[in-house]
Structure formats: structure tokens, C-alpha cells
């Protein structure tokens, strides 16, 4: 009698996700609150680890969230600095330990670090940049600079995800009475890197990645001194964050830390103002999802006007002192 082989996928009844809680000075990343909610169209199994030298006060916040059935805790001094030497071997010993079907961190440095090095160690693919889940086994997923969407089933037993941010609303973090925790599972812990050093720049504007306001400029400012001048005034006139094209920086003119874009951070605030900006599709990438996207380019025939709601053809070093004096007043 011939042998009927039937190949099943996973359902939401038999789903159980572990999430990778990225964190810094005691604080929640709001991107991982994003994951949270992409995690949740998994199913309501969701499991969340929380690893660095003194994690608990994170983890107490954590386990607070809606959704979350229990979190892990990994307290060591190797995990305080993010480094994917050290991180990959835990999410792959949680796994094979704890058997999740499902690994899911933001599609941020943090997470784009860690996941496809985990991936490796348990011989799946990783996919990427997630924006929507249609089920446990389909994901979706933007490809060629955003210009074409993917819809990817996986046949992998074992789901590794990146999601993106700004594809999902965060998940709030209530004040009722936090689920257990537990110790996660031992991991080798390997002496490949060194952690030497940081240098962090601290401003008193809004943070890139989560301003409601953005403003962006680009290589037609002609140098660092006119970006500081121009757009961080202007910016500072409507309380935005400030960003910059990949020209713009390649040129030296701001720092690769606020580079919107493909190769930089996908931002999506309800106020994108871009300053010459000429509109390549890897900047399109990056703002795109933008609620109002509005112009400034003396190049009528600019891409970037192609998906503003607003556009103004006009010299920029004309037009943006003029506008940064009426936004003053």
C-alpha cells in the first residue's frame, strides 16, 4: 500500500516564540516594544530574555507586558555590552533547550548583530526586515530597496525573525502584577572579541529612530558647516530630530548615526521634511512610511518629489532660513 507522507506547519496552538529584549541603561529599546506586537500575531506563547550584568530591574519591566507568559534572565557580565559572540550561543542553547519554534529580535544594529549569527548555529534561515505575519509559516517582507514586496513561507522547523520597527505600534507596558521569571539556559560563553570601548554623542533633541518630527538633508548643502547651520536650525525650530542621506554623509557632511536610508535607520515620523534630498530610492527606503513627507529641491524634476505631499522648488539657502525665521515665530 503505497505511504501517504503528509508535512505539517506550524499553527498559533503550537507556536512558542522566544523574543530577544535588547536594552541599555536600564531602560526598554523602544523597538523591541514594536517586536513585541509582532511577536504576539504569532500566538500568545511568547517568552522573553533578558540578558546583561544586572538585568533584573529590566526584566521586572518586561515581565509587565502584555502577552508576555514568561521571561528568562541571563545574568552575566559577558552579555552587558550587546556582543553576538556571546548572545548567539545563548538564543541558540534557549532554543534547543526550550525547543521555541520561533526567534524574534528588531530589525535594529542590536538585532541585525545577533539573529543571523543564532540562525547559523541552528542551520536555518534567517528572514529579515519583517513588516507583516500572516501566519506562523509567512512572513512579509520588503525587497529591492522597498520597490517590490516578498511574501516568504518558511519550511524551516525553526522561524528566525528581524522585524521591522516601524511596521508595528508599540506594545504598552502595563502596571499589573509582572509573570514569573527563571534563570535561562547556560551557554558557552566564547572569548572571540574584547569589548574596548564606546563613544557616545548626547543631544538634547529627539532620538532618530522615534521622533513624531524629522528633518533630512542632503549633499546639495555643500558642507558640514551649512548642514549645522541649515538644518539643524530648522529642526530645532519645530523640536524634530535630525537626519541625513547617505551622500550626505559619504560627503562628511553629518555623522553615519543619523543616516536615513537602506544601509541606515528606517524612520517613519508623522513629519518628514527632506532638504536636499534628491530622492534615491535607498533614502525612499528609509522614510517612505513617513504620515507627511514634504520637499525642498530646486530640481523640479527631483525623485523625492515623486512621494512628497508637499514640495517646494526653490534654493535651499534661500527658502530654509526664510522658513526656520516664520517657524521662530
Given at each position: 500500500?503505497?505511504?501517504?507522507?503528509?508535512?505539517?506547519?506550524?499553527?498559533?496552538?503550537?507556536v512558542?516564540t522566544?523574543?530577544?529584549?535588547e536594552?541599555?541603561?536600564?531602560?526598554?529599546a523602544?523597538?523591541?516594544?514594536?517586536?513585541?506586537?509582532?511577536?504576539?500575531?504569532?500566538g500568545?506563547?511568547?517568552?522573553?530574555l533578558v540578558?546583561?550584568?544586572?538585568?533584573?530591574?529590566?526584566a521586572?519591566?518586561?515581565?509587565k507586558?502584555?502577552?508576555?507568559?514568561?521571561?528568562?534572565?541571563?545574568?552575566?557580565k559577558?552579555?552587558?555590552?550587546?556582543?553576538a559572540?556571546v548572545?548567539?550561543?545563548?538564543?541558540a542553547?534557549?532554543?534547543?533547550?526550550?525547543?521555541?519554534?520561533?526567534?524574534?529580535?528588531?530589525?535594529s544594529?542590536?538585532?541585525?548583530?545577533?539573529m543571523?549569527?543564532?540562525?547559523?548555529?541552528?542551520?536555518?534561515?534567517?528572514i529579515?526586515?519583517?513588516?507583516?505575519?500572516?501566519?506562523?509559516?509567512?512572513?512579509?517582507r520588503p525587497?529591492?530597496?522597498?520597490n517590490?514586496?516578498?511574501?516568504?513561507?518558511?519550511?524551516?522547523?525553526?522561524?528566525?525573525?528581524t522585524?521591522?520597527?516601524?511596521?508595528f505600534?508599540?506594545?504598552?507596558?502595563?502596571?499589573?502584577?509582572?509573570?514569573?521569571?527563571?534563570?535561562?539556559?547556560?551557554?558557552?560563553?566564547?572569548?572571540?572579541?574584547?569589548w574596548?570601548?564606546?563613544e557616545?554623542?548626547?543631544?538634547?533633541?529627539?532620538?532618530?529612530?522615534t521622533?513624531?518630527?524629522?528633518?533630512?538633508?542632503?549633499?546639495?548643502?555643500k558642507?558640514r558647516?551649512?548642514?549645522?547651520?541649515?538644518?539643524?536650525?530648522?529642526?530645532?525650530?519645530i523640536?524634530a530630530?535630525?537626519?541625513?542621506s547617505?551622500?550626505?554623509?559619504?560627503?562628511?557632511?553629518?555623522d553615519?548615526?543619523?543616516q536615513?536610508?537602506?544601509?541606515?535607520?528606517?524612520?517613519?515620523?508623522?513629519?518628514?521634511?527632506?532638504?536636499?534630498?534628491?530622492?534615491?530610492?535607498?533614502h525612499?527606503?528609509?522614510?517612505?512610511?513617513?504620515?507627511?513627507?514634504?520637499?525642498?529641491?530646486?530640481?523640479?524634476d527631483?525623485?523625492?518629489?515623486?512621494?512628497?505631499?508637499?514640495?517646494l522648488v526653490?534654493?535651499?539657502?534661500t527658502?530654509v532660513?526664510?522658513?526656520?525665521?516664520k517657524?521662530?515665530?
Open positions: 500500500r503505497p505511504l501517504l507522507v503528509l508535512r505539517g506547519y506550524a499553527t498559533s496552538q503550537d512558542s522566544l523574543l530577544l529584549v536594552h541599555k541603561d536600564k531602560s526598554i523602544s523597538s523591541t516594544l514594536n517586536a513585541f506586537t509582532a511577536a504576539s500575531k504569532l500568545n506563547n511568547i517568552t522573553a540578558a546583561g550584568e544586572d538585568p533584573g530591574h529590566v521586572l519591566e518586561v515581565s507586558i502584555n502577552g508576555v507568559s514568561k521571561v528568562l534572565v541571563a545574568k552575566d559577558a552579555y552587558e555590552h550587546g556582543l559572540e548572545y548567539a550561543p545563548l538564543l542553547s534557549a532554543q534547543k533547550q526550550l525547543k521555541f519554534t520561533h526567534l524574534v529580535a528588531s530589525h544594529a542590536f538585532g541585525k548583530n545577533i543571523p549569527r543564532a540562525a547559523a548555529l541552528l542551520d536555518v534561515a534567517q529579515s526586515d519583517v513588516i507583516d505575519i500572516e501566519s506562523p509559516d509567512i512572513f512579509v525587497i529591492y530597496a522597498g517590490a514586496i516578498a511574501k516568504v513561507k518558511s519550511k524551516d522547523p525553526i522561524k528566525v525573525l522585524i521591522r520597527g516601524t511596521a505600534p508599540p506594545v504598552p507596558v502595563g502596571d499589573q502584577a509582572g509573570v514569573s521569571s527563571e534563570a535561562a539556559p547556560e551557554s558557552e560563553k566564547l572569548a572571540l572579541t574584547e574596548v570601548s564606546e557616545l554623542q548626547k543631544s538634547d533633541r529627539p532620538e532618530l529612530g521622533a513624531t518630527k524629522v528633518v533630512s538633508g542632503g549633499r546639495a548643502l558642507s558647516e551649512n548642514f549645522d547651520k541649515l538644518i539643524f536650525s530648522l529642526a530645532d525650530s523640536g530630530a535630525v537626519g541625513g547617505r551622500a550626505a554623509v559619504d560627503s562628511g557632511y553629518c553615519n548615526a543619523i536615513v536610508g537602506q544601509t541606515g535607520k528606517v524612520v517613519a515620523p508623522e513629519f518628514y521634511l527632506a532638504v536636499g534630498i534628491s530622492g534615491a530610492i535607498q525612499i527606503a528609509g522614510m517612505k512610511d513617513s504620515k507627511v513627507i514634504a520637499a525642498i529641491n530646486s530640481d523640479p527631483a525623485p523625492i518629489f515623486q512621494i512628497s505631499d508637499y514640495g526653490a534654493d535651499l539657502f527658502a532660513p526664510e522658513l526656520t525665521e517657524l521662530k515665530k
